[in-house]
């Protein structure tokens, strides 16, 4: 029976506690142990960013990180965006502005936006394309993403 | 993914008698971003990952003008391209910083690993090489310093003998007039590997070169230092010409291959462009710096 790990981290702003495999990543925590399944598996291997949540104030994939490695740390998944009952702007223009078809790689692309407005406030497209370049869409074909992003962005500065 | 166990070490120290304890049966984490694919897709087993982020001398950025720029080997990209003087001094490891895999990679993904991992197509090797950088590599019988361009010893391989760790990578302090560049070509913008990549630096005195150094990606086995190239700017006027001679010495000494990627004429003739191009942000950042 392989050794199992104590990890105590904050997810969302709440403490947790749970128990994994070294082996396990923290996509696998995520869905499988803790019942996040916002959090989408993608390709398994760090290309797609489905799975992107916030680390420590850093996007990262959360399949290319241990659970183990959580410890300590500050995650924020797409369950954590929204607050209360209340959808963020950026979750809001998505809907509006029709950026989701199937919708596998939309908590992806709204956890990943969500970091480069809070650090930028009225990114260019281009900036916004190459930061959400880690991401992909089958479906979008990518326009409507991005447009989704700026008038988030604008929502959000008229909010200010 | 496989089985295995975890250890988070405080200290070099207790890294190096992990690694030495459990030899070949061990490999290091850092960033994650190569090991934890080959650990999970089979190409590589571990019994033990041994990671190594929160030993202080492998996640630290420290700068001083005697001794110049020390980056622990786990330190993230994300950190390297926001530091104050790495923007300053060196311009050319921003670019690198910046163009490895996309946003979420660069949150983990660090030069250290990029380097150990050793892949033909590194994009922060060539660049390293071209800093004259060397690796701080701490061992059971203490330390020893190795050039960055003679660590990789074929695609995968390294000059690390069990029980060894790269602790962080030395760049002298940037010599009056200098610059370096790194440039790469891929199909798309960001989130691939290169087809071809070219890091160059050089050190200018009133018109003419005082030293270069070029080295290229994905176009051998390991980074290519082309030691040839940036010894025939030595001395000569900053033209097109001198930077045409260069690039010409660059295209013959790639050595790659035929792959999904790129033909081999097709990379040789991407050498003579990349190195051509670089030499000349290159050079245009070392007149900034008057």
Same mark, same amino acid.
């Given at each position: 029976?392989?050794?199992?790990?104590?990890?105590?981290?904050?997810?969302?702003?709440?403490?947790?506690?749970?128990?994994?495999?070294?082996?396990?990543?923290?996509?696998?925590?995520?869905?499988?142990?803790? /019942?996040?399944? /916002?959090?989408?598996?993608?390709?398994?291997? /760090?290309?797609?960013?489905?799975?992107?949540?916030?680390?420590? *104030?850093?996007?990262?994939?959360?399949?290319?990180?241990?659970?183990?490695?959580?410890?300590?740390?500050?995650?924020?998944?797409?369950?954590?965006?929204?607050?209360?009952?209340?959808?963020?702007?950026?979750?809001?223009? +998505?809907?509006?502005?029709?950026?989701?078809?199937? /919708?596998?790689?939309?908590?992806? +692309?709204?956890?990943?936006?969500?970091?480069?407005?809070?650090?930028?406030?009225?990114?260019?497209?281009?900036?916004?394309?190459?930061?959400?370049?880690?991401?992909?869409?089958?479906?979008? *074909?990518?326009?409507?993403?991005?447009?989704?992003?700026?008038?988030?962005?604008?929502?959000?500065?008229?909010?200010? | 993914?496989?089985?295995?166990?975890?250890?988070?070490?405080?200290?070099?120290?207790?890294?190096?008698?992990?690694?030495?304890?459990?030899?070949?049966?061990?490999?290091?984490?850092? %960033?994650? =971003?190569?090991?934890?694919?080959?650990?999970?897709?089979?190409? #590589?087993?571990?019994?033990?990952?041994?990671?190594?982020?929160?030993?202080?001398?492998?996640?630290?950025?420290?700068?001083?003008? !005697?001794? %110049?720029?020390?980056?622990?080997?786990?330190?993230?990209?994300?950190?390297?391209?926001?530091? &104050?003087?790495?923007?300053?001094?060196?311009?050319?490891?921003?670019?690198?910083?910046?163009?490895?895999? %996309? =946003?979420?990679?660069?949150?983990?993904?660090?030069?250290?690993?990029?380097?150990?991992? !050793?892949?033909?197509?590194?994009?922060?090797?060539?660049?390293?090489?071209?800093?004259?950088?060397?690796?701080?590599?701490?061992?059971?019988?203490? &330390?020893?310093?190795?050039?960055?361009?003679?660590?990789?010893?074929?695609?995968?391989?390294?000059?690390?003998?069990?029980?060894?760790?790269?602790?962080?990578?030395?760049?002298?302090?940037?010599?009056?007039?200098?610059?370096?560049?790194?440039?790469?070509?891929?199909? #798309?913008?960001?989130?691939?590997?290169?087809?071809?990549? @070219?890091?160059?630096?050089?050190?200018?005195?009133?018109?003419?070169?005082?030293?270069?150094?070029?080295?290229?990606?994905?176009?051998?086995?390991?980074?290519?230092?082309?030691?040839?190239?940036?010894?025939?700017?030595?001395?000569?006027?900053?033209?097109?010409?001198?930077?045409?001679?260069? @690039?010409?010495? @660059?295209?013959?000494?790639?050595?790659?291959?035929?792959?999904?990627?790129?033909?081999? #004429?097709? #990379?040789?003739?991407?050498?003579?462009?990349?190195?051509?191009?670089?030499?000349?942000?290159?050079?245009?950042?070392?007149?900034?710096?008057?």
């Amino acid at each position: 029976m392989p050794r199992r790990v104590h990890v105590q981290t904050t997810i969302n702003g709440e403490e947790i506690d749970f128990l994994c495999e070294a082996r396990q990543s923290l996509l696998e925590v995520l869905r499988d142990v803790l /019942g996040l399944t /916002g959090t989408k598996e993608g390709c398994n291997d /760090g290309n797609c960013g489905a799975c992107t949540v916030i680390f420590d *104030g850093r996007i990262v994939t959360a399949c290319l990180v241990l659970a183990v490695e959580a410890e300590g740390k500050q995650i924020t998944t797409v369950e954590g965006i929204a607050v209360g009952r209340e959808l963020h702007s950026i979750q809001q223009c +998505f809907l509006e502005g029709a950026a989701l078809q199937c /919708g596998i790689c939309t908590p992806g +692309f709204i956890v990943a936006a969500k970091a480069l407005l809070d650090q930028d406030n009225n990114p260019s497209e281009d900036k916004i394309r190459l930061w959400l370049a880690n991401n992909l869409c089958r479906c979008t *074909g990518y326009d409507k993403i991005v447009r989704s992003v700026q008038a988030a962005a604008e929502r959000m500065q008229e909010v200010r | 993914m496989q089985w295995f166990e975890y250890a988070r070490p405080g200290t070099v120290d207790e890294a190096v008698r992990l690694l030495s304890e459990h030899g070949e049966k061990a490999c290091v984490l850092a %960033g994650g =971003t190569d090991i934890l694919v080959q650990l999970r897709g089979g190409f #590589r087993a571990a019994e033990w990952v041994i990671d190594v982020k929160e030993i202080p001398a492998l996640d630290e950025i420290a700068w001083d003008e !005697a001794s %110049g720029l020390t980056i622990g080997a786990a330190v993230p990209c994300y950190r390297i391209y926001e530091d &104050e003087d790495v923007k300053k001094l060196y311009p050319g490891l921003i670019d690198v910083a910046s163009l490895i895999g %996309g =946003t979420q990679i660069q949150g983990r993904a660090s030069l250290g690993g990029n380097l150990c991992n !050793a892949a033909p197509s590194a994009d922060a090797v060539p660049i390293m090489i071209a800093l004259e950088a060397s690796c701080r590599i701490a061992g059971t019988n203490g &330390e020893r310093t190795v050039a960055v361009e003679d660590f990789c010893t074929a695609p995968g391989k390294n000059v690390l003998a069990a029980g060894e760790l790269l602790v962080s990578l030395h760049f002298p302090a940037p010599k009056a007039n200098s610059g370096a560049h790194y440039l790469r070509f891929i199909p #798309r913008n960001e989130m691939d590997i290169a087809v071809a990549g @070219a890091g160059v630096s050089v050190v200018l005195d009133n018109g003419n070169f005082t030293s270069a150094r070029v080295a290229l990606a994905s176009v051998a086995p390991t980074s290519l230092f082309v030691k040839q190239a940036g010894d025939a700017l030595a001395g000569q006027p900053v033209s097109d010409e001198s930077i045409q001679r260069a @690039a010409d010495i @660059a295209k013959q000494a790639a050595k790659p291959i035929d792959d999904m990627r790129g033909t081999v #004429r097709y #990379r040789k003739h991407l050498c003579e462009v990349l190195t051509r191009r670089a030499l000349h942000v290159a050079v245009e950042r070392a007149r900034r710096n008057n």
